[in-house]
T-cell receptor
Framework: GAVVSQHPSRVICKSGTSVKIECRSL??????MFWYRQFPKQSLMLMAT?????????EQGVEKDKFLINHASLTLSTLTVTSAHPEDSSFYIC???????????FGQGTRLTVV | DAKTTQPNSMESNEEEPVHLPCNHS???????IHWYRQLPSQGPEYVIH???SNVNNRMASLAIAEDRKSSTLILHRATLRDAAVYYC??????????????FGTGTRLTVIP
């Protein structure tokens, strides 16, 4: 099956700094990718839809200036958490639809800890 | 979005079949039924999907009620590697199965050796 790779898998940063998370589709192209966030013992929540060549669309309540999304190419989307705070500590997961558009392929997730 | 209802948790003995239920009484005629699972500290992975007919693949089987208001994911022989949270998700036809996935709380499956 198709592979989506996230990097890094784990990151610790200081409060006030920015962190960039990469999401790559390794063997297929993705004009659209999705970013989710998952707090401990909770389910995934869709944050935003990343669109290659255009602006991302954000879900209600997600600050676009804080969570910067750049879909640089057909195989790469990045999420930058700016001015991170401890409450931003979470598990961030990206996904991309497969070529048949019937299933999503997810990255392995990035665990962000802000200290 | 049409909602689904799943038990919070289930247990199964290793090498026995597991039937994971999902209720979706407000499903519309064009909604597909998708199942994903999430192993600990990993992103979700696709398991199976269907519309009306029962479906089989190498991972599992999906049994869909005739009125489509419920479905059951069947793992034929549970292994320890099947311990995960299983999510039943509806996605409207015309939207890809990968778009706008609404993850409910899912069912946490524990497999007992």
């Amino acid at each position: 099956g198709a592979v989506v790779s996230q990097h890094p898998s784990r990151v610790i940063c200081k409060s006030g700094t920015s962190v960039k998370i990469e999401c790559r589709s390794l063997d297929f192209q993705a004009t659209t990718m999705f970013w989710y966030r998952q707090f401990p013992k909770q389910s995934l929540m869709l944050m935003a839809t990343s669109n290659e060549g255009s602006k991302a669309t954000y879900e209600q309540g997600v600050e676009k200036d804080k969570f910067l999304i750049n879909h640089a190419s057909l195989t790469l989307s990045t999420l930058t958490v700016t001015s991170a705070h401890p409450e931003d500590s979470s598990f961030y997961i990206c996904s991309a639809p497969g070529q048949m558009n019937t299933e999503a392929f997810f990255g392995q997730g990035t665990r962000l800890t802000v200290v | 979005d049409a909602k689904t209802t799943q038990p919070n948790s289930m247990e199964s003995n290793e090498e026995e079949p597991v039937h994971l239920p999902c209720n979706h009484s407000t499903i519309s005629g064009t909604d597909y039924i998708h199942w994903y699972r999430q192993l600990p500290s990993q992103g979700p992975e696709y398991v199976i999907h269907g519309l009306t007919s029962n479906v089989n693949n190498r991972m599992a089987s999906l049994a869909i009620a005739e009125d489509r208001k419920s479905s059951t994911l069947i793992l034929h022989r549970a292994t320890l590697r099947d311990a995960a949270v299983y999510y039943c998700i509806l996605s409207p036809r015309g939207q890809t199965g990968a778009n706008n996935l609404f993850f409910g709380t899912g069912t946490r499956l524990t497999v007992i050796p």
